[in-house]
């Protein structure tokens, strides 16, 4: 009796058993079934750029339904020499059952050499539906052209009817051209090493500065949105936020003004500002940033919450501020001198 009832019991554990391997993929089905179908694309509007300039990114995938897509968040690219600087908001757009949602960002670069990111995720709701390819592109000191409209040109036809020479005439003829181009040439690699180089290096150099100069602010105002968004402060860490916040503020007075702050002690920063176009006002609130950072960073001093945040605005008004009023200030110059030229 005891050795059926072990039977009964186990014949029950194995139905049981097969009931839910026969529930399981059944729910695996309907899901693999629900999965919206979504085509993602990833558009650059060119593969090569120069050092400083800006490139778009269009990002767009399209589904049908009611799932809602989101783009992997520009937080979590992985991203090899360049970088984010803005982020448009996602548009969608519904057209005979297609939903399509767009979203353009900005990229840069600062470094020479190939520009990769990574495979960028397309979220449907909660799960991920697609991916795009890895993206990349290159990034040059001189600008390069490439005639890609030309068309392809026919393979000419052999040579024939050329009279005959004396081999020793055309041997004559071939050593004395070659000596001549070689010449030539070496005389023209001197020209341009000895007198042309210096010249398109210190114009790339000045193009560069320039380019610089033009997005301190954009980059300056990018690093303060994504420090803020760490919330350093608020977990603790403020000799870590004052760090990067002061990294950031002397980074842009070198890129905005050639302040080589990053070399310079508090003092120093704020006799170097003396000369520029700024207020009274803004140099004060600069040196309270500058004296609270180095309590910070040096004496261990835990400010409250309040002054923080209030040390925060002050440096990001700072930057737009001055980069808006260096901005006309530059428009203004380049208005005299054109009108100087005419």
């Given amino acids: ?38 085509a993602v694309t990833a558009r650059l509007d060119s ?64 470094d020479t050499s190939r520009a990769v990111i990574a495979p960028i995720q397309v979220w449907a709701d909660t799960a991920m539906a697609a991916c795009t390819d890895t993206i990349f592109f290159y990034v040059d000191t001189l600008p390069v052209f490439v005639d890609t409209a030309a068309a392809f040109r026919d393979i000419k036809p052999p040579l024939g009817g050329l009279e005959q020479v004396e081999k020793s005439y055309r041997k004559i003829w071939i050593i004395g051209s070659s ?7 070496i005389a023209l690699i001197l ?13 790339r150099a000045i193009r560069q500065r320039e ?7 954009a980059i300056a105002l990018g690093h303060l949105r994504e420090l803020k968004a760490k919330e350093l402060c608020q977990k603790g860490m403020a000799k870590e936020h004052y760090s990067e916040l002061s990294v950031i503020l002397r980074t842009y007075l070198d890129d905005q003004w050639d302040v080589n702050a990053m070399e310079m002690v ?9 000369s520029l176009e700024v207020t009274e006002q803004q140099r004060m609130e600069i040196l309270s940033f500058l004296r609270i950072s180095d309590l910070v960073k040096y004496a261990r001093r835990q400010p409250p ?19 808006q009023q260096e901005q006309q200030r530059r428009a203004q110059q380049a208005d005299k001198r054109n009108k ?3």
């Fill in 47 to 110: 593969t090569h750029i120069l050092v400083g300039d800006h490139l778009h990114l269009h990002l767009s995938a399209q589904t049908t339904g009611k799932t809602v897509l989101s783009f992997q968040s520009k937080d979590e690219w992985k991203m090899m020499n360049c970088e984010v600087l803005d982020v448009s908001d996602i548009q969608r757009n519904e057209k005979n059952g297609q939903v399509t949602y767009r979203q353009d960002f900005v990229v840069t670069a600062f």
């Fill in 191 to 203: 020209v341009f090493f000895l007198v042309w180089w210096p010249i398109l290096k210190k114009k």
């Fill in 179 to 185: 000596v001549g181009a070689g010449l030539i040439l």
């Fill in 1 to 38: 009796m005891f050795v059926s009832l072990k039977s009964n019991v186990e014949v029950i554990m194995l139905k049981f058993r097969s009931f839910l391997w026969i529930l399981m993929m059944l729910v695996a089905f309907r899901s693999a079934a629900q999965q919206p179908e979504v």
């Fill in 305 to 323: 919450m309040e002054e923080n945040a209030l040390q925060m605005d002050n440096v990001t008004k700072f930057v737009r501020d001055t980069d």
């Fill in 340 to 342: 100087g030229g005419e």
């Fill in 266 to 274: 508090t003092d120093e920063i704020m006799t170097a500002m003396a």
């Fill in 211 to 217: 380019i610089r100069r033009q997005s301190s602010g």
